[in-house]
């Protein structure tokens, strides 16, 4: 059996004599008829502070009897073991975690399906937030603790037995030792948290059997929990060390909560603070303004009126109008939540929710019942003007995933503040100097030890599941969303997310623009220093009243400074770039307002003329829409080169129809010129992906001929994403797209014929998956082109994590998995990558669909010693100014050539950043020559690697200074 680590063992001997298996019945703690009132202290102040606290009966927290250390260690197995998890993902203490002082240090958790731990952590695909802010787990074993959860709907104890919660009917089990064994029941069975939903699969993609229960079938549910533990050996073994006199098959989950119970009671009881010294008779354990913070507690304040007892919790529900976020638990209505009324009917116990408890309450945060509060002081000034705080209430400073769930009543705030609690609504003003000494009396609740609880932390766990919720080891990629400043939430949208990368200011770092189809967009300043500021011209391109979905920079002018195209519910938005000095509307002159139902905008030269031609992929709409159930008819729009455009839409023929998502111009058959490809749903007719040859002037004013399904592009599919590379470092461009089920790569024989191949090269995922957004990358730099796939939900069963697809170089692909530390769980729609911090390493931003934007920075440069070349293509004269069609090869001493052309738009709803990232692998530079549009060649020699190049057409390369970059 595995015992608890010496260290830990002698800290629970020290810190704890013992349990008793019945809590003594609870009686509430004595207030006196009035308040005292607060002195101003003096060098005998403690006599003030003394007389009010003997005025109240506050005493110090008392030492606990023997606890069984096998019994403990039990419980310690079972809350770190992933095994309580129905999809073996998620633990106790992944919402009650020991780094964060047993809470998860976020608003609302996120239980099963997600990623990571504490403020890192990313939600599930098509998962729900847990309604309620994690409690902290802090003296739960005290006599006086007699109720759990935020509307104590588990309430009780062992001699008078338990509630069960008001959702469920019956009685719970016989045997529970405590009300937190009673409470340990239930984060197993629900399926936001623990238990997962019908249909889920676990890590190992078997099937969640505890899914498959009905939402009220707990026993069913703590059943089957049992029979998982007692199949591993090991648990088979600590519950006999435990329990000698119980038969392995008579063991139920009261033995399993009742072990959960004592480790969490011995592990989480501190009795060192300041204060317990304080109460024990040392007058210098509390500083002089901790002193008058505790009479003001306990006087003029008025804090103790709900907030009393040794644990400073009247365990009493109250309404203080806590700011509403996230999906709330109102039976009512959705983002609502009713408090303790869900568990009684009782109209006075709308919004009221049981009072928190204090001690080590500065470790604990976010706080209240949502975690709508970030810092202690922001809810000291609530409480002393609710009203006002509601009114003002920001939500800013909320993960932008917590901020898409939630939706602000102005009648719910308006009911909080006409029911409010009279405790609160009598409330006096404070000072801010009063304010500062509340809070370092709370300081003074902190017991030092509770701020390190690593010790509780095991190695390792029966079930041989991974103990941390982060990823261990070094990974391809690492979220930096918080650091690098990027909060941008996703409300709303029609399964499109635009994300965009270009150097707006030409300041030689590229920024970042996110849109939100529910308002409004933001552009995002690099600073160069890995961190994002919004932009001071971010407001000109908000477009905060336009259902925006796609969003692409192309230098459609030829001025050297980046445009912005916005698609969305029509009509799409042009913004032209006025030199770096802000952005002007300029759709109407331009006449490329479409107003179809846009998905994506892709740019491409079609004619050689020089000016980049528009092409914006329309989608369908469902019924009711003032749409055609047949889709929206796809445009193109011929640059005329002198800011406005043409629609020559007629030149494609009658194939423009259907539910598209996105558009390329590549030149799939190496004769010089953009062709088009199209993805589209199967679902409108006429089905099938599109591919139009280019095969120059003539035709009415330019021939496109559709050759879709001779050349065997034409998969009729429910596609979405595309990405366009060389794949198999043939020469050639190969297609791959996304779709809901299995994902295709459609690989060139260098023929103008394609060969579906995704199986084969390990990329083909299975028909349980939607693929969105993907994007093709070097992401290793070992000259071989990765695939990064966004996935959602389908046939309501749970979607993979994002897989990164590794290039092993022979055709084949491998998913890096968690490795990748991309693996988000999403559900991700739109990606887009770009060099964002110029060191050469690809990175890349993320749409996770009505949740928030994410940004992975490649953390392989640590991993290995592969060698770089960035290029920067730059047209001029025939050749317009983004190169775009341009085609760079790069031959690398092994005989290695690698081909990237310059393409604007390809990804869904996004935009790449333009340069072309080549790896070299061990290579220490690279014999390179660019291709122009106009069919000119330009061989540059060998090219140093590890560098960034400038290439202007028809002029030499120069390396190109970050700090310094002219249009």
Known sequence: MIRVVSGFALFLIVLVAGFLASCASFSPPILPSSLPETPALTPTGDDA????????????????????????????????????????????????????????????????????????????????????????????????????????????????????????????????ENVVAAQALFPITSGAEMRGGRGDVDVFGRDNELGRRAGDDLAGVWQDLMLRMTAIPEYRAMFAAVYPDVATEDLSIVHAVNAIAAFEIAGFTFLDSPWDRYLRGDDGALSEQAKQGALLFYGKAGCVGCHNGKLLTDQQHHNIAAPQIGPGKGREAPYTDLGRFRETADPADRYAFRTPPLRNVTLTGPWLHDGAYDSLEAVIRHHLDPQAALAAYDQSHLPPHVQSDSRWSEAVAAEMIETLDPL????????????????????????????????????????????????????????VTAQAGIAAPHFDGYQVMGQAWADVDLDGWLDLYLTDGGGPNRLYRNNGDGSFDLSPVADQVALPDHRSSGA????????????????????????????????????????????????????GDYDGDGFLDLFVANWACSPGCPHPLEGDKDRLFHNNGDGTFTDVTLLLGPHTRGASFVAAFTDYDNDGDADIYLVLDEFITPIGNKLWRNDGPGCGGWCFEMVAAEAGADASVMGMGLSVDDFDADGDFDFYFAEAGEMTLLRNDGEGHFESVASEAGVALDDSTIGWGSISLDYDNDGYRDIYQALMLWNDRTSPYNPLFHNNGDGTFTNLDFASGAADPGPSIGVAYADYDNDGWVD??????????????????????????????????????????????????????????????????????????????????????????????????FLAADQAYEIRYDAPPVMSKRSETSP
């Open 49 to 176: 502070l003394r007389r009010a606290l003997a005025a109240y009966d506050i005493r110090p927290l008392e030492p606990l009897p023997d606890i069984d250390p096998d019994k403990i260690e039990l419980g310690r197995m079972l809350f770190f073991d992933k095994e309580l998890g129905g999809n073996r993902d998620t633990s106790c203490a992944t919402c009650h975690h020991p780094d964060y002082a047993g809470g998860d240090g976020i608003p609302l958790s996120v239980g099963t399906g997600g990623l990571g731990l504490g403020p890192e952590r990313l939600r599930g695909a098509m998962r729900p937030l847990v309604p309620r802010n994690a409690p902290e787990l802090f003296n739960r074993g005290q006599v006086e603790w007699r109720t759990m959860f935020w509307d104590s709907r588990v309430e009780g104890d062992s001699e008078t037995g338990f509630t069960m919660p008001a959702e469920f009917e019956g009685d719970l089990p016989d045997g529970l």
């Open 424 to 479: 609160v609504a009598a409330l006096p003003d404070l000072s801010d100097e009063e304010v500062m000494a509340l809070l370092a009396f709370l300081d003074a609740l902190t017991d030092p030890a509770a701020a390190d609880l690593s010790h509780l932390l095991p190695d390792r766990v029966p079930s041989g599941l991974p103990v941390p919720d982060r990823i261990e080891g070094p990974t391809a990629f690492a979220n």
């Open 552 to 603: 692409v920079f192309a230098d459609y002018d030829n001025d050297g400074w980046a445009d912005l195209y916005v698609v969305g519910r029509g009509p799409n938005v042009l913004f032209h770039n006025d030199g770096g000095a802000g952005f002007s509307d300029v759709t109407g002159a331009a006449g490329v307002g479409d107003a179809g139902v846009g998905k994506t905008a892709s740019w």
């Open 844 to 941: 890349f931003v993320l749409g996770n669909y009505h949740r928030s934007y994410q940004l992975y920075h490649n953390e392989a440069l640590a991993a290995g010693d592969n060698h770089w070349l960035t290029l920067k293509l730059v047209g001029g004269g025939p050749v317009n100014r983004d190169a775009v069609g341009a085609k760079a090869f790069v031959t690398t001493g092994d005989g290695r050539t690698q081909v990237q052309e310059v393409r604007c738009g390809l990804a869904m709803g996004s935009g790449n950043a333009l340069a072309l990232y080549f790896g070299l692998g061990p290579e220490s530079g690279a014999q390179v020559e660019i291709r122009w549009p106009d069919g000119t060649s330009q061989a540059l020699g």
